[in-house]
């Protein structure tokens, strides 16, 4: 049978077929859906910003773009810098409290 | 199921700490966002008002080092507190309400001196006007078309300076005592 030149050739079945969605997904699609990882978000934010967190993060940006200069500062820069010190200084009962809640969650949506 | 269990409970903690992580991150972010949109925005005013203050002393200690600047000495290029440096000579230009001339300002005075006083050119152009005060020192007629350039003896104008009356006439060249 002659095929249309122009036509591009049908992908098979095989390539449309979606992977198996990792585990990973699955918890992540069960806390966004279910409203949880809202709530734990929300919660993190609140604790860091009672104890201090986010203000010494805002300390660590605002020395770094005084010694660069405003204008030549991006999000990048910023974001780099405060990770490896953000992960570290979180205070351990906060840790403590939102694995605690998550894994109740995992617990629960019988994972 | 005990083996299950710990197995879950293995893999629980470690998909905890991972989502905990991812929960961490996207507040970093967060962060990091708002401090580079205050940064870039110049809303954090400590920064600024310290570069301010930074800039206008180094400013402030060149001004001072700098010889020329110094008193009075060079006050024709001086600068006020306004910033505002002022010429030598008063440049605006108006008319004389006198002569109706234009006339720079820095000039008025000694044009003042020419156009109403002491010059000989002056005193005519005055005696000519018909104000009351300048026929004082007119030869007392009141008449506007009054010439200076009478018949009259000049003796006679000498004595207008010493007479004392104000409307004494005074016939073709004869001459009073008062």
Request: glycine share 6%; proline share 4%; charged share 25%.
């Amino acid at each position: 049978m002659r095929a249309s030149v122009n036509r591009p050739p049908t992908p098979d079945v095989g390539d449309t077929q979606e992977k198996q969605p990792t585990l990973e997904e699955i918890i992540n699609i069960k806390f966004i859906e279910s409203g949880e990882k809202e709530r734990l978000m929300e919660l993190l934010r609140e604790r860091l910003i009672e104890c201090g967190w986010k203000d010494e993060m805002k300390a660590l940006c605002r020395a770094f773009v005084k010694k660069k200069g405003r204008n030549n500062v991006t999000v990048d820069d910023l974001v780099h810098l405060i990770t490896p010190k953000g992960r570290a200084s979180i205070p351990d009962s906060i840790k403590a409290e939102l694995l605690q809640r998550i894994r109740t969650f995992l617990v629960s949506a019988a994972l | 199921m005990s083996g299950f269990n710990e197995d879950n409970m293995g893999s629980h903690a470690q998909l905890s700490s991972q989502f905990f992580g991812d929960l961490l991150d996207s507040i970093i972010v967060d962060v990091a966002s708002e401090c580079h949109r205050i940064a870039r925005l110049g809303l954090d005013r400590n920064l600024e008002e310290e570069e301010e203050e930074l800039r206008l002393s180094a400013q402030a200690r060149v001004r001072v080092a700098d010889p020329s600047n110094s008193g009075e000495a060079n006050s024709k290029y001086v600068v006020d507190i306004f910033g505002q440096t002022h010429p030598p000579v008063a440049n605006e230009i108006f008319d004389c309400m006198n002569c109706g001339r234009s006339i720079m300002a820095g000039r008025f005075a000694p044009h003042l001196e020419k156009c109403m006083g002491k010059g000989r050119k002056a005193r005519l152009k005055v005696t000519r006007s018909s104000t009351a005060v300048q026929n004082r020192y007119s030869q007392g007629s009141p008449v506007s078309t009054y010439s200076p350039y009478s018949n009259s003896t000049s003796t006679s104008r000498l004595s207008n300076g010493t007479s004392s009356g104000a409307g004494e006439e005074y016939s073709n060249g004869t001459f009073q005592e008062p």
